[in-house]
Nanobody, 124 residues
Framework: QVQLVESGGGLVQAGGSLRLSCAAS????????MGWFRQAPGKEREFVAA????????DYADSVKGRFTISRDNAKNTGYLQMNSLKPEDTALYYC?????????????????WGQGTQVTVSS
């Protein structure tokens, strides 16, 4: 079992930055691949970024490439999403998730554990 708790969301102006954290409990966090997803009101949950268990490989949605960076610190049982050059269209509830598979999946159904989400609001 893995419990995930996101933090770091908030209100920021367009062009600003935020760093989201995902704190995991459980001894085996380092064996799980991790992903970040987001969901805006009235829209489906969508893939943002993913990272393998070792942190050696990452993948990003085209909409965030070059602006967002996913990382993890297995010693601290924590994952991160650094978000720069934020745009109003980045406004959403952001979730972290963990999967026992190979990693880098972009599909919601491939993830086994989810946090409750942290709200990111970008004003224009």
């Amino acid at each position: 079992q893995v419990q995930l708790v996101e933090s770091g969301g908030g209100l920021v102006q367009a062009g600003g930055s935020l760093r989201l954290s995902c704190a995991a409990s459980g001894r085996t966090f380092s064996s799980y691949a991790m992903g970040w997803f987001r969901q805006a009101p009235g829209k489906e949950r969508e893939f943002v970024a993913a990272i393998t268990w070792s942190g050696g490989n990452t993948d990003y949605a085209d909409s965030v490439k070059g602006r967002f960076t996913i990382s993890r610190d297995n010693a601290k049982n924590t994952g991160y999403l650094q978000m720069n050059s934020l745009k109003p269209e980045d406004t959403a509830l952001y979730y972290c998730a963990a999967e026992k598979g190979v990693g880098l999946s972009t599909r919601v159904n491939d993830y086994d554990y989810w946090g409750q989400g942290t709200q990111v609001t970008v004003s224009s």
